[in-house]
């Protein structure tokens, strides 16, 4: 049990841990999670680089429906490490996972301590294990994306307001800079804003001039980025009523696909590694009805419910909620506690549940923190830039989308990634892999996906060729942990063939 006197040395001992393994997860988990995590942020900065042209931006760029505030962090950060002599695109996304790294600890930690002694004692310890170690935790929260920082930023948010029976001036006006903050960051994040702000109207009845300095100081941080996106773009715009109109009014974005709502709600079950994932929406389910006036169900409701709304559905969507999940879990546990009479029957079952759900957590979290995201492509360029520094590459793949690590979209350039010396070579088959494409005066190298290594004429072909297996996207022992709880695990991972050895070609 976890009591005030003891909760500074749990703090520091599990800070510490939360360090080495955020750490870990910003080293390892090199590249990008979802396209817009990179083409919308560090091709906006390479952008003002001058290292791509308007004319290869993604679509986004051109309607202005992106706030500008994380590609200039991404810039002012690379134009520092030019002016120190570094201009390893590698090393800049690291200084970005670490960063927001650090951030996620420090909101976690500043969320806990407003949270921890509303608590039982018995629930204390778990609820700060949960809020750094729930297993997708440490690889979303290294995350340089919109999802990750807004949600953050709202974490942030939450804890100035504290739980005073009233919230203090200065809280109210921390709380608005940093929900402004979150709504650059993703304009999604508003509608957590706006149940923010109905919980502190309508249930914890604060006065109206006290809500108009939260409104006030998110104002001032929206103007802000109003005058940020001027200096971007060149002209006056307005992103998020862009967004508003071409991605709701417009419906854009279902071109990009459409799902029905309880499809959604079983796909973020599943995503979520199945048995935690049903415990997290049924304690949600639990706490919305036993519990309706909590903070929690007004943040997390307006964008959950939006999001089974509109037809263009990501299980990345609701990852600005995902910090909120550990409070949820412990809270709903304690309703759940008062449909049963003390003592709990059935307490040897429970504890035998919550065992096996703590190992299963810990094998989730494991290979999480040591899985490059997209299947292992960008650690896949990186490779490629280490081991042939300099020597003329074609890099082979099928001419299909999210083939080629190094331009895995036909419509998008990696400008970010691109290296001078290395060729993306399109083939229409397997059956145009011949020799020549691994000629002695020619480094070829051949990229597939772990699955096509079934097909028996890849599998002829590097055979006949001599082709050897030189780089994994993903480390054999992640997969097979993985393969414990998910079955296609390592299907997409990228794999590299090639006739030189690594050293061979210096």
Known sequence: ???????????????????????????????????????????????????????????EYREKIRSSIQPWIAFLLIKQLHIMGSSDPYTAALILRIITALLAIYAIDRFSRTNLFQLEEAHGLPFLWLSFFLWFLPFLNVRFSSESWSGLLMLLAASHLGLEKKSKPEGLILAGLLCGLAFLCRFQTGLMFCGLLFWLLLVKKERINKLALIVAAFTVIVICGVILDKFYYGNWTLTCLNYFKINLIQDRASQFGTTNWYTYILQVIFSSVWPIGLLIFLTFIILLINSPNSMLIWLITPLLLSHLLIPHKEIRFLFPLVNFVPLLLVNGYRQFLTFFPKPLPYRRTVLFV?????????????????????????????FVRDEFPGYPVKMYSLQVEEQNPFQPYSFLRQSFYELPNVRPCPIPGYRSISREMFGPDTLGLLAVHQIELMNPELEDRIKTLGLRKIKDGVPHWVLTMEGFYDRNAGDGEYVLYSNVVPGDAH
């Not at 042209?53 to 679509?59: D, I, T």
């Open 354 to 382: 919550g065992v096996c759900l703590g190992i299963l957590n810990v094998m989730a979290m494991l290979p999480s923190i040591f899985t490059p995201p997209a299947n292992g492509r960008i650690a896949i360029t990186r």
């Open 1 to 59: 049990m976890l009591t005030q006197k003891e909760w500074p040395q749990y703090r520091l001992a599990i800070i510490f841990i939360a360090l080495v393994v955020y750490l870990t997860a910003a080293f390892y988990t090199i590249g990008y999670y979802n396209p817009d995590e990179h083409f919308q942020i560090l091709e906006f900065a390479n952008l003002k680089l001058g290292k791509i042209s308007g004319s290869e931006m993604p679509w």
